[in-house]
């Protein structure tokens, strides 16, 4: 049975730094690593060799990341924020929150997984906050599972 590709959700500035982040593995980070191997392996002995073993697993984790952007690429699907219906919470909706009762207030971009950055207020549509959030508007509230028990939070705004 074929694996369905799952889509990666970005806006235009993520997909750009998924393909500036391949550009740099391709162009910089592949040559770097093979130069080591290269100096590693004119050492001589390999079955000592730290520098070439350490070579060997960059070269894995670089080579993986090159396959898992270029999938990102390949699956992306882009969001387009400025056209959204703001009326509901949607992927690239920009959407201000409101503890019960407590009164914090919070504002969040919901962003695909791969584009997801809490500290800079982008959240993914698959983490708690951003899965409750997504199709509700203006005036609902939400109910967010959490560690020290369910959190309460009202949607204040859409933009």
Request: proline letters at 4%; charged letters at 30%.
């Amino acid at each position: 049975m074929a694996q369905q590709k799952k889509e990666v959700l970005l806006t235009e500035e993520g997909l750009a730094k998924v393909k500036a982040e391949l550009e740099a593995y391709r162009t910089k980070r592949r040559p770097e690593v093979a130069q080591r191997l290269k100096e590693a392996i004119a050492q001589g002995d390999l079955s000592e060799n730290a520098e070439y073993d350490a070579a060997k697993e960059e070269q894995a984790f670089v080579e993986a990341r090159i396959v898992t952007l270029e999938n990102m690429i390949r699956n992306a699907k882009i969001i387009h924020t400025d056209t959204e219906n703001k009326s509901f919470v949607g992927v690239g909706s920009k959407v201000t929150i409101q503890e019960i009762p407590d009164g914090d207030k919070e504002t969040y971009t919901i962003v695909g997984s791969a584009e997801s950055d809490p500290i800079s207020g982008k959240i993914s549509n698959e983490s708690p906050i951003g899965s409750e959030l997504i199709g509700k508007r203006e005036g609902n509230t939400i109910k967010v599972p959490a560690p020290s028990g369910t959190i309460e939070f009202k949607i204040v705004s859409i933009n």
